[in-house]
């Protein structure tokens, strides 16, 4: 199932807003580099795609370059552990989804 025009401009808003806090571009968000800085870029994006659209684990995986489910939940999970006890990356977090709308 492909995503709707409406769904792709959503996630190219995501993409766009956590490439301007982070520097990443989305093909680094999508690449398979594991730089501290470009994962947790990744993190964001994966945690807003999740947040705001209403997509199973598997099509965010497909779309954060065919990723499977359980890479993208575990993303998730260490996103929002982390976010507890650091503030500069809940900050980033929350002007993600402030950016997004």
């Given at each position: 199932?492909?995503?709707?025009?409406?769904?792709?401009?959503?996630?190219?808003?995501?993409?766009?807003?956590?490439?301007?806090?982070?520097?990443?571009?989305?093909?680094?968000?999508?690449?398979?580099?594991?730089?501290?800085?470009?994962?947790?870029?990744?993190?964001?994006?994966?945690?807003?795609?999740?947040?705001?659209?209403?997509?199973?684990?598997?099509?965010?995986?497909?779309?954060?370059?065919?990723?499977?489910?359980?890479?993208?939940?575990?993303a998730?999970?260490?996103?929002?552990?982390?976010?507890?006890?650091?503030?500069?990356?809940?900050?980033?977090?929350?002007?993600?989804?402030?950016?997004v709308?």
């Amino acid at each position: 199932m492909t995503l709707t025009t409406k769904q792709e401009a959503e996630i190219a808003r995501i993409f766009e807003a956590v490439g301007e806090l982070t520097g990443a571009t989305r093909e680094e968000i999508v690449s398979s580099s594991r730089q501290r800085g470009i994962v947790e870029a990744r993190w964001i994006a994966i945690y807003c795609v999740h947040r705001r659209m209403n997509l199973s684990l598997q099509r965010i995986g497909r779309i954060f370059g065919g990723r499977d489910h359980t890479t993208i939940a575990n993303a998730i999970k260490q996103l929002k552990d982390r976010k507890k006890y650091e503030g500069a990356l809940a900050d980033k977090v929350d002007d993600a989804m402030l950016k997004v709308g």
